[in-house]
């Protein structure tokens, strides 16, 4: 028996983060040293964190240079790091892009370029085609947000309005050998969507990304869509990144099944729905709760207890009907807690596995059977916060917020349930 819900739960979400520190990771991909120079480079929510870890790793001189978000970030000797805004780009994002290019400039053929990428990057990195302002892209960025388009349809547009983006950073660095190392956060963990793939280039063209536009009503100025329409960006084949390599070093299943380790050292039973899922949040979350239902009702085919685990990113269309504060692991759960009222068998946890759920201060938050009538009791009314997208001042009435503060690294969303 699991006495404790919530500090098991929790002490899930720690495992799947602790599964996804790079410092391991970048152990067992470090490249060998080159005859020139190393230069390091990077973005992303874990960039701070993974420099640090590249730092411990490296015997030997490089000059660094990453850009993480504005906030708490890790601690680096030898790496300059600089700071800049996400979700929505900021000035200091735009200076950061640019010193990044700086950085690469000059390189030769015996030089090594490291590449530290987390998600995240794709804020954080802001560089319009030339003719076009930060406040394009500040455009471009804040109708992607409302659209409820997958990150992998938001990064196949990033990337087609960037000067960066698309492999446009190591063609920079072309004749140097890049080595890019990621920590995934993207469904699939295809490399070239994570951060809009700076360093590694993908088959996508303009043709994709119009119909990306088309199908997913983004509302855009017409200036902006042309330019997406006649921009080309790399091609993988292109000679400049035959030398390169890029590697996945951490991702959304690797934490899953971390956290699938740590849940049966208490005894329970495990179902890993997937590590991919994308959709409505709202959807998604009474999709889980319809899942959490059918098993706390049934005898069969798992015993109890029994724990539920998903990982993926989920999306939230504002419309014209928010936003309130939240982000969408907290639309997720407070959704799935309206379909589960009265099912005291049932506890949950989602959160952002960097720590940051949207634009507040907490990963996600907690929700069990009761959650929809505490916040009733509270004076509030859970279906008005979901139309409203304010999931954030559901669960804060209640004190069910889960706060961590950012973890440094970032392999999506993470999310469990446990059935009694």
């Not at 660094?64 to 790496?79: K, M, Q, S």
């Not at 938001?154 to 190591?170: E, T």
């Amino acid at each position: 028996m699991i006495a404790d819900k919530r500090p098991f739960l929790a002490s899930l979400f720690q495992a799947a983060v602790l599964a996804a520190d790079p410092y391991d990771a970048i152990v067992r991909h470090l490249p060998p040293k080159p005859k020139g120079r190393t230069v390091v480079i990077g973005t992303g929510k874990a960039a701070a964190k993974m420099a640090a870890a590249f730092e411990k790793a490296w015997d030997g001189p490089f000059e660094g240079l990453v850009v993480d978000r504005h906030g708490p970030i890790e601690v680096c000797r030898h790496t300059r790091i600089l700071q800049a805004a996400h979700p929505v780009p900021d000035l200091a994002g735009l200076q950061a892009a640019q010193a990044l290019m700086d950085h690469v400039h000059g390189l030769c053929e015996d030089d090594l370029v490291v590449a530290l990428i987390s998600g995240g990057g794709s804020a954080l990195l802001p560089a319009p085609p030339q003719g076009f302002q930060l406040s394009d892209e500040i455009r471009l960025n804040e109708a992607l947000l409302a659209s409820g388009a997958p990150i992998s349809a938001m990064n196949v547009l990033r990337k087609h309005f960037s000067r960066i983006k698309g492999g446009r950073l190591a063609a920079l660095a072309h004749p140097a050998k890049v080595v890019t190392l990621i920590v995934s956060d993207v469904p699939g963990d295809h490399p070239a969507l994570v951060a809009s793939g700076p360093t590694v280039p993908d088959a996508s063209d303009a043709e994709e990304a119009m119909g990306l536009i088309r199908d997913y009503r983004i509302d855009l100025p017409q200036r902006v869509i042309d330019a997406i329409g006649r921009e080309r960006a790399p091609d993988p084949s292109d000679p400049v990144f035959e030398r390169n390599e890029v590697h996945v070093i951490a991702s959304a299943r690797v934490s899953l099944l971390a956290a699938a380790d740590k849940a049966r050292l208490s005894g329970a039973d495990i179902l890993i729905l997937s590590d991919s899922i994308e959709g409505e949040a709202k959807d998604i979350g009474r999709m889980h709760a319809a899942l959490a239902r059918e098993f706390a009702l049934s005898s069969k085919p798992f015993a109890k207890p029994l724990v539920l685990l998903s990982g993926g990113e989920t999306t939230v269309t504002i419309g014209n009907s928010g936003p309130g504060k939240g982000g969408r692991n907290s639309e997720f759960l407070l959704s799935a807690a309206l379909d589960l009222q009265g099912l005291a068998q049932v506890t949950g946890l989602a959160a952002d596995t960097d720590g940051i759920d949207g634009s507040e201060n907490n990963a996600g938050a907690f929700c069990d059977g009761t959650t929809a009538d505490r916040i009733r009791a509270a004076g509030g009314d859970g279906r008005s916060f979901l139309a409203g997208h304010d999931a954030w001042s559901a669960f804060d009435l209640i004190g069910d917020l889960f706060v961590t503060g950012p973890t440094g690294t970032n392999v999506n969303d993470f999310r469990a349930f446990l059935i009694t």
